[in-house]
C-alpha cells in the first residue's frame, strides 16, 4: 500500500510569488492534515479536511489556503509569499470514520519550500 | 488549547544504553500519538497510545491518562534511534487536528 505521497518535494518561490503543494493520502483515508514546521515555531497544524469539507483550521493568516477533492487528495496553496513562509509543509493522512477513534495518522514526506 | 510539554529537550546515548521520554499534556486527551522524525524530515509514526501500554519491538510506550503524561522507552537503544521524537495530542471531534510537543532530540553514539 503506498502510502502519503506529497508533490513537489523541494522548491524555491520568490517573495510575492503563489505555489501550490499536493497531497495524495493512503487509499481509503478520507482525512488529511497539513502541518508547517520551521526551526522557531515547531510543528504547527495549518487545517484539516474530511470528505471536502474543512473541519477545521489553525491560527494562520487567509494567504493559506487549502481544498479537497472527491478523490480525497487535497493541496495547500499560499499566495503572496513572505520569507517567513519558507518552511517543511508536512501532510498526514487517517483512516478516520468520523465517528470512532483509534486510528493512527500518518505523514508523507514534506515539501521543503525556500522563499528568497 | 492544550500545551504539550515534552522532556528532556536533548539527550546524547550511547549505542546499547535505556532512555526514557516524557510528555505532559494539559487537558484530557482522545488521541495521543509518538513520532519519530528522521534527519530527511519525515515524520514516522511510532505509537497511537491514548492509554495503556504498548510495545514494539525495542520501543514500547505507556500512556498514564489520568495524570496527563505519557513516556516513551527506548531500549538497547542503536544509531538509527536517532533524530526527534514528538509527542502529539488530539481530541475525538477533531482527530487530525494534533498539537505537538517541541520535541526531544536523540543523538545516539557508537
Known amino acids: 500500500k503506498a502510502g502519503v505521497t506529497q508533490t513537489p518535494r523541494y522548491l524555491i518561490k520568490t517573495r510575492g510569488q503563489q505555489v501550490t503543494l499536493s497531497c495524495s493520502p493512503i487509499s481509503g483515508h478520507r482525512s488529511v492534515s497539513w502541518y508547517q514546521q520551521t526551526p522557531g515555531q515547531g510543528l504547527q497544524f495549518l487545517f484539516e479536511?474530511?470528505?471536502?469539507?474543512?473541519?477545521n483550521k489553525g491560527n494562520f493568516p487567509g494567504r493559506f489556503s487549502g481544498r479537497q477533492f472527491s478523490n480525497s487528495r487535497s493541496e495547500m496553496n499560499v499566495s503572496t509569499l513572505e520569507l517567513g513562509d519558507s518552511a517543511l509543509y508536512l501532510c498526514?493522512?487517517?483512516?478516520?470514520?468520523?465517528?470512532?477513534?483509534?486510528?493512527?495518522?500518518?505523514f508523507g514526506e514534506g515539501s521543503w519550500l525556500t522563499v528568497v | 488549547g492544550i500545551q504539550v510539554e515534552q522532556s528532556p529537550p536533548d539527550l546524547i546515548l550511547q549505542e546499547g544504553a535505556n532512555s526514557t521520554l516524557r510528555c505532559n499534556f494539559s487537558d484530557s486527551v482522545n488521541n495521543l500519538q509518538w513520532f519519530h522524525q528522521n534527519p530527511w524530515g519525515q515524520l514516522i509514526n511510532l505509537f497511537y497510545i491514548p492509554s495503556g501500554t504498548k510495545q514494539n519491538g525495542r520501543l514500547s510506550a505507556t500512556t498514564v491518562a489520568t495524570e496527563r503524561y505519557s513516556l516513551l522507552y527506548i531500549s538497547s537503544s542503536q544509531t538509527t534511534d536517532s533524530g526527534v521524537y514528538f509527542c502529539a495530542v488530539g481530541a475525538a471531534d477533531s482527530w487530525g487536528k494534533l498539537q505537538f510537543g517541541a520535541g526531544t532530540q536523540v543523538v545516539v553514539t557508537p
Open positions: 479536511y474530511f470528505s471536502e469539507t474543512q473541519r
Open positions: 498526514a493522512s487517517s483512516f478516520e470514520t468520523g465517528q470512532s477513534s483509534g486510528n493512527t495518522i500518518y
